[in-house]
């Protein structure tokens, strides 16, 4: 029995009824046009006997006086983590999106080990999916995202011989956690680490806040600190039903937009979503005044670390919503961006970590005692996490889209993660039903987003 | 906003992770062999038509101060309530139990009215299925075929032209409850109730539970009281995963083996269960000496009786599964089912309600001290709910199929319901997937029950 680290057990425990804190990823594969009409038939048998766990699949959660810990499960039982399930007619991808919507929003059950794959036919082009939902606790993104690919190969006679995901997992998955939008998790963890690290993390951290308050005063636009987001209905409790929705935007394009602003794949993104946001709430009229500002999760590796896993902190990030120039707005969102990298780079993980804790206690403050109303800690987090940079297959059929699903919790009623492959930016929206209700129409306005900046970056260019 | 009642405020707050407290239909229909090809796709577009909620459905749960009232909810989203779905293939009836066993573990929303109904395509042989969940603070098990049979009718054409369940609801769905497994549900509304009729009603209870403690004294066979259940396999804590198992009994062979035995069919169809509980629990070496104790609703409404609704308590039966013999066995449960129908006779139904609670005292006691670990309040619920009883329609396809899940708690891993059309009794088995792993051998052993009950008609026949 292994007692859970403390920010496992924090994930376990802020898990409510209308909370859950697992994370999903839907892949589409298409397994080509000569393959037989029973394909996913016969891989869903030949999946079906595969009934080996490997690390991290294998857990299974015990609680004893109070406290969490991880025990080894030998009581495997495939039919409880493995389902072969079917799109209605007529199987477009917003059927697609509708079941994996609904299935996202169901618990799992703490009796087992705590994931679940579906393997989902009749879509209507000949594709189909896979959908793993894990908790939080066992994986990060990041992780989750190598444990996925290690069972695919860029060969495609190769990848059938490859193992499911669960015969196949990693033992250093639970390296670094992608920070989630939890003061709580993100407070204890940086704290713990800070005690470790001794004293000597204090003076860096400590000139750090004091260059923060002094970009307050002198009215950096660059500096965005915790709780000068203004509140929107993005920031609402939550319910327990969500709706999930999923497009791929095209890497070269993105890329050719980032090079014309000298700004990242990640600064387009975050300008297109600033832009879709933009116009989502104008059209609810419910646009605030002041830009919408997002928790960005950023690597934190420098060159000379040699600690293994990925090191990763959040920082804040406004989204330029309050301009109205698309060109004006990326190179705002560049700006703050590369702000928040500079002061990273002074500091060691440890002290970011520790930093991004100490900026949050305003806006936690504000949240628990309510100062100030109009203002929330932060609208929504987006994160971008890397994936694979070349075409894979996974049994024979090729990967042909990977979205995210994360988590939400109450204030926090959508979420955006990006994986960025060679050809394609796939981005996933996961949001509550009940105050995100037209989330579908923000995948549009995404695009918008890109062909407005491409047109700027036209103009720009024209004589 | 209505205040909720006594007994539906206690379904509300007794639901937990592990324990949802809402109840299931599961509805199969067959369109007959001319039906267009795409007819269910065309019966999803109709249905999503009606966007009309009546009583009960649109009542929706609000908590204020920690009390919970029902309000109307004027926000109808039926994309939530109401989903197309479909079955891997091969579409056996086995994915379908496999299907719906999935979906009736999960939760409802409480930020919605408490239910959802899936619109299911895909069974190999051309039917379609209807699975409904319902939150059993809206309605009881009663009331609740009531409801879904008000959409259907005897006339294939007519059948066309009703509104789907949602907007055909009954205004007095509330009228009473089927009792459920849970002390402190039934002995709240017990003692509720007689308070109200005052003091009255405490000389017939006295005696009957006088008369009860003879009964131990004497040691009646006849006479179970709540406690003396032999703790088995069943008798678990609930994880929160169901295992859904689903299957019609002929009526007419179930009613000549009542016939020959003087016994009712819901004495056959106890008989059934005790044969096959045995048989379930011998194969995992599992089988107490003593007798399983079911827990058997039983309408308690006398002839005399004026009032309106069903008039249902419990009573508790032993399943004789410590009789080797058939014929032994079905003698000793109708016994015991007519000590208990002359005692409930002589009793008002608020007096039976709270003779009911009374009896439970001592397994009570023992549920919460422990006092004696080997025995437990009652090995399961089996419920027999009256069905239909001629041929019905809904929306234009013949009604093959209507099978009950029930909700499960803490030591009561399986609840059997069943309900009695004039052609078949259809039996729904709800298990907890831990503590009950093979259920759906259980009906197979049902079946194998009714096949020995017959032969041993035909032995007492034989010259």
Redesign the interface.
């Known amino acids: 029995m292994d007692r859970i680290s403390l920010i496992d057990d924090t994930f376990l425990r802020l898990e409510t009824?209308?909370q859950p804190f697992h994370i999903g990823m839907l892949m589409l594969f298409d397994p080509g046009e000569k393959a037989p009409q029973?394909f996913?038939?016969k891989l869903?048998e030949k999946l079906r006997k595969s009934t080996e766990m490997q690390e991290p699949f294998n857990r299974h959660l015990v609680q004893k006086n109070g406290l969490h810990y991880w025990e080894e499960d030998t009581d495997f039982?495939l039919?409880?983590h493995f389902?072969?399930?079917?799109?209605?007619?007529?199987g477009r991808i917003r059927e697609l999106l509708?079941?994996v919507s609904?299935i996202h929003?169901?618990?799992l059950?703490?009796?087992?080990p705590l994931w679940r794959i579906y393997?989902i036919?009749?879509i209507e082009d000949g594709r189909f999916a896979v959908y793993m939902k894990i908790h939080h606790s066992l994986v990060d993104g990041i992780a989750g995202i190598k444990m996925l690919i290690s069972s695919m190969s860029s060969n495609k006679r190769e990848s059938t011989k490859l193992p499911p995901f669960w015969e196949n997992g990693i033992s250093n998955s639970k390296a670094q956690h992608l920070p989630v939008p939890t003061p709580t998790a993100k407070g204890l963890s940086a704290i713990s680490k800070l005690s470790k690290n001794g004293l000597r993390s204090i003076p860096p951290v400590y000139r750090e806040i004091r260059s923060n308050i002094a970009d307050i005063w002198k009215g950096n636009p660059d500096f965005v600190f915790g709780g000068q987001a203004p509140r929107c209905s993005l920031n609402q409790s939550v319910?327990?039903?969500r709706r999930f929705a999923a497009q791929s935007y095209s890497t070269p394009r993105m890329r050719a937009v980032g090079k014309a602003f000298d700004a990242s794949i990640n600064d387009v993104a975050l300008a297109m979503c600033g832009a879709a946001l933009r116009q989502y709430l104008a059209d609810l009229d419910d646009l605030p005044l002041q830009p919408l500002v997002a928790a960005v999760p950023v690597s934190v590796r420098r060159e000379d670390s040699t600690s293994a896993g990925n090191e990763v902190a959040f920082t804040l990030c406004h989204l330029a919503t309050h301009l109205k120039d698309p060109a004006e707005r990326i190179v705002a969102i560049k700006a703050c961006m590369d702000y928040n990298k500079k002061h990273i780079r002074n500091l060691s993980p440890t002290q970011t970590l520790t930093t991004a804790a100490v900026k949050l206690i305003p806006g936690a403050i504000n949240a628990i005692f309510n100062v100030n109303p109009n203002k929330t800690l932060g609208n929504l987090v987006i994160s971008h996490v890397p994936g694979p940079k070349e075409d894979l297959y996974w049994q024979g059929a090729k990967l042909s889209g990977l979205y995210p699903l994360s988590l939400l919790t109450d204030g926090a009623a959508l979420n955006i993660t990006l994986i960025s492959r060679h050809d394609t930016v796939d981005f996933g929206l996961i949001a509550c039903?009940?105050s995100v209700p037209h989330v579908q129409r923000i995948l549009k306005y995404l695009e918008d987003g890109l062909v407005e900046l491409e047109e700027a970056v036209k103009n720009r260019n024209a004589p």
Chains 1, 2 share one sequence.
């Open positions: 009824r209308r029973d996913v038939m869903s039982d039919e409880h389902a072969h399930i079917a799109l209605p007619k007529p509708a079941t609904r929003g169901g618990h059950d703490r009796a087992y393997l036919e009749g319910s327990a039903t039903r009940k």
